[in-house]
């Protein structure tokens, strides 16, 4: 359903060499899309590239450190040169970091910082500059419940997220009347190798998996594609009149208050 929209346009997707990136970066594709993953995972990154061209769709991999304004002049630079013009940007890319801030080294601090806030300026910079020139193009960031609502030991990266939400409305804004749009999802627990390592770290993996599970009111936690989804459509035409938003596609996470499981009655 979505070739009508992608094919022959041009999509970068920060961080897409693994988890909600990588099933963004395969859905665009298979809509037609020519899409560029963004990334420091270099041989997972140009084996999905690779394994997409084979089935006929492009996809193509440049290494990007986010955090580098010049990796990002880079890739932004060969897009130009390759496509002409820069149809929709996917910042997916972000770091993981478990430690109240109490504990928190200055370094750790800024490689969060660095990677999730300041990168994402420097991708949706390079990508707004291009996008309000042409007057056209659609910008989609991943953010995090953490961002709302966190926990004692997420210090670093629940401000990273929090920064990234208040950068998604300003973008907004600056874009609007260029006819770009901004908008972030923010996913619940996703079963990507970030958070496989978190329950890794824990005594028991397997029951930390289904901790968190259970803290969704669906009972289970979210597929990548499941997030891919919505930022395809928040990048089609379909969503023509969204910017500024945050959508959630979280299993009903951020909808209620820590209470235990549902109650059941009998009517």
């Avoid at 002049?73 to 149809?87: C, I, K, Q």
């Avoid at 991943?142 to 926990?151: F, K, W």
């Avoid at 990234?164 to 079963?191: C, F, K, M, Q, W």
Wanted: negative net charge; charged residues 15%.
């Amino acid at each position: 359903m979505w070739d009508e929209y992608f094919t022959g346009k041009s999509v970068v997707v920060g961080g897409g060499s693994t988890g909600i990136g990588a099933a963004a970066v395969e859905q665009f594709a298979r809509a037609g899309a020519h899409v560029v993953i963004a990334d420091v995972a270099d041989e997972i990154g140009t084996t999905l590239a690779r394994s997409l061209s084979s089935k006929g769709n492009h996809a193509v991999y440049r290494h990007c450190d986010v955090s580098s304004e010049a990796d990002v002049e880079g890739v932004f630079s060969w897009v130009d040169a390759t496509y002409g013009s820069l149809d929709v940007l996917y910042a997916n890319a972000g770091i993981e970091w478990t430690k109240d801030v109490r504990h928190t080294t200055l370094d750790e601090w800024q490689r969060v910082v660095d990677v999730n806030l300041t990168g994402m300026f420097l991708v949706c910079r390079a990508a707004m500059r291009r996008m309000c020139d042409q007057g056209f193009g659609s910008i989609v960031v991943t953010s995090s419940p953490h961002a709302i609502a966190t926990v004692p030991d997420a210090g670093a990266y629940a401000a990273s997220k929090g920064g990234a939400h208040a950068l998604v409305r300003s973008l907004a804004l600056e874009g609007a009347p260029y006819g770009v749009r901004v908008n972030g999802i923010i996913p619940g627990t996703i079963d990507t190798p970030m958070v496989r390592r978190e329950a890794q770290a824990s005594s028991d993996p397997e029951e930390q998996l289904a901790r968190m599970a259970s803290a969704h009111p669906l009972g289970r936690i979210g597929q990548p594609f499941e997030v891919a989804a919505a930022a395809l459509f928040l990048a089609s035409p379909l969503a023509s009149f969204m910017t500024g938003s945050m959508v959630t596609v979280d299993g009903g996470l951020m909808s209620g208050l820590p209470a235990g499981p549902p109650l059941s009655y009998n009517n």
